[in-house]
């Protein structure tokens, strides 16, 4: 219940988006349960820059060499991006009524130390997880779809990855999504932009940190039981189910390296935030069987009284709580 009332009076939602976990589906989601957002930007404002960086473009021209082909510049590039602080982000989406956005690329404040990285705190946070070797698995298979329509068929094939059944070619390629991508996204630019092999188990321990401290919600996408009792008791939606977007043709499995293995050390460490996703577990079924018991519980402080009945994730088939109500986007439209 303070979880709720917490996001209440935040009233925004800031999405951390670690691209092929989902986040296209729980952009759409959000909408579907009333959140206000632009999908056709998979909830991106493009004010803010946050959109994801993939490819290393220098490597891209390695590649190339002397050859003339018609994409000298690859999509979705490594590049800084312009510090826009918590405050000017909520205040814009207030003036363009916006109840949630997404960040695609990686933390705040981690200019210089990882220590300093840190989500908006002035907004419900949620990020929603993969496990790090499947999500590798997507993430290639979604580089060589976009070098197949950037670059065309021919100049993809015997031009830039003509060695594409080889970890150290994508590996150069993606340096930040092929080697524990989830850290990079939680300890900001300066961590971000290492190269591959750099990330540490110091930098893993600071993220631990991080994502215990400063994230409300996590979502894992393989989980589907977990995954819906963070929707409802974490966010307070009351739609569960996503429509899934995005997903790559059965043809891109041409694009695996052979030699796959070899990338799996490289994002072990990434593994720890699925574990720390299911303890919120425990308190969500905690809640739920207190919730079940029928046992009072007066929350610490007490909310303020409402004029309208409360929608809790035990009330959703209640008509004050079914669409069309009052609530709107969750917990964080409950008014």
Same mark, same amino acid.
């Given at each position: 219940?303070?979880?709720q009332?917490?996001?209440?009076?935040?009233?925004?939602?800031e999405?951390?988006?670690?691209?092929?976990?989902?986040?296209?589906?729980?952009?759409r989601?959000?909408?579907?349960?009333g959140?206000?957002?632009d999908?056709?930007?998979?909830?991106l404002?493009?004010?803010f820059?946050?959109d994801?960086r993939?490819?290393?473009?220098?490597?891209?021209?390695?590649?190339?060499?002397?050859?003339?082909?018609?994409?000298?510049?690859?999509?979705?590039?490594?590049?800084?991006?312009?510090?826009?602080?918590?405050?000017?982000?909520r205040m814009?989406?207030?003036?363009?009524?916006?109840?949630?956005y997404?960040?695609?690329y990686? #933390?705040?404040?981690?200019?210089?130390?990882?220590?300093?990285?840190?989500?908006?705190?002035n907004?419900?946070?949620?990020?929603?997880l993969?496990?790090?070797?499947?999500?590798?698995?997507?993430?290639?298979?979604?580089a060589?779809?976009?070098?197949?329509?950037?670059?065309?068929?021919?100049?993809?094939? #015997?031009v830039?990855?003509?060695?594409?059944?080889?970890t150290?070619?994508?590996?150069?390629?993606?340096?930040?999504?092929?080697?524990?991508?989830?850290?990079?996204?939680?300890?900001?630019?300066?961590v971000?932009?290492?190269?591959?092999?750099?990330?540490?188990?110091?930098?893993?321990?600071?993220?631990?940190?991080?994502? #215990?401290?400063h994230?409300?919600?996590?979502?894992?996408l393989?989980?589907?039981?977990?995954?819906?009792?963070?929707?409802?008791?974490?966010?307070?939606?009351?739609?569960?189910?996503?429509?899934?977007?995005?997903?790559?043709?059965?043809?891109a499995k041409?694009?695996?390296?052979?030699?796959?293995w070899n990338?799996?050390?490289?994002?072990?460490?990434d593994q720890?935030?699925?574990?720390m996703?299911r303890?919120?577990?425990?308190?969500y079924?905690?809640?739920?069987?207190?919730?079940?018991?029928?046992?009072?519980?007066?929350?610490?402080?007490?909310?303020?009284?409402?004029?309208?009945?409360?929608?809790?994730p035990?009330?959703?088939?209640?008509?004050h709580?079914?669409?069309?109500?009052?609530?709107?986007c969750?917990?964080?439209?409950d008014?």
């Open positions: 219940m303070q979880h009332f917490s996001a209440r009076r935040k009233g925004m939602m999405f951390t988006h670690i691209s092929k976990s989902g986040g296209t589906s729980f952009c989601l959000a909408v579907d349960n959140c206000q957002s999908t056709e930007w998979n909830c404002v493009d004010a820059g946050d994801p993939y490819f290393d473009q220098s490597y891209h021209e390695i590649l190339r060499r002397s050859w003339n082909t018609s994409c000298d510049d690859i999509e979705k590039p490594m590049k800084p991006r312009l510090p826009i602080s918590c405050r000017t982000r814009w989406l207030q003036r363009h009524a916006q109840t949630a997404a960040n695609e990686t #933390a705040f404040g981690g200019f210089t130390s990882p220590v300093l990285a840190h989500p908006c705190r907004m419900l946070t949620v990020l929603q993969r496990h790090p070797y499947e999500r590798i698995i997507s993430h290639i298979k979604f060589w779809i976009i070098y197949l329509l950037r670059c065309g068929e021919r100049d993809s094939r #015997a830039y990855l003509k060695n594409r059944n080889r150290d070619v994508w590996l150069a390629l993606m340096p930040a999504p092929l080697n524990n991508y989830l850290i990079r996204s939680l300890l900001g630019e300066v971000f932009n290492l190269p591959r092999g750099a990330i540490s188990q110091a930098h893993l321990d600071i993220a631990r940190g991080i994502l #215990a401290k994230y409300d919600v996590l979502l894992v393989e989980d589907e039981n977990l995954f819906q009792a963070s929707l409802r008791y974490g966010l307070g939606f009351q739609r569960l189910n996503p429509r899934h977007d995005n997903k790559a043709p059965k043809s041409e694009s695996l390296p052979r030699d796959l990338l799996y050390d490289l994002n072990r460490l720890f935030g699925v574990l996703a303890l919120d577990a425990i308190v079924d905690a809640a739920s069987r207190v919730a079940k018991s029928g046992v009072a519980v007066t929350p610490t402080p007490s909310p303020p009284p409402s004029q309208q009945p409360r929608c809790f035990w009330d959703m088939d209640k008509p709580c079914r669409d069309g109500g009052f609530r709107r969750g917990w964080i439209g008014r």
